[in-house]
């Protein structure tokens, strides 16, 4: 990969598809540890939980760069 083309902003949700679509791949061991690092941090949601708020930050991210998106509702 060549980060000379790549502003630094997309950087971020790229990492982010990365560590999702590894946390996905693994067996129960590495589940395990990343429910422990989770756990020492007070966070009781599990490996699932962090990969939902790996992929739902990196569509926050994706939408606030495609611009503000219009109402389609009433003003």
Partial sequence: ???GETEPNDLVPLLL???EDFLA???PPV???VDDV???HGITGGPGWLIDMLALSR???QNTDDGPKPS???C
């Fill in 31 to 33: 589940h395990r540890e």
């Fill in 25 to 27: 791949q693994p067996g």
């Fill in 1 to 3: 990969m060549n980060t």
């Fill in 17 to 19: 598809e990365i560590c």
């Fill in 38 to 40: 989770l756990h020492a």
């Fill in 59 to 61: 569509l926050r991210l």
């Fill in 72 to 74: 389609s509702g009433p």
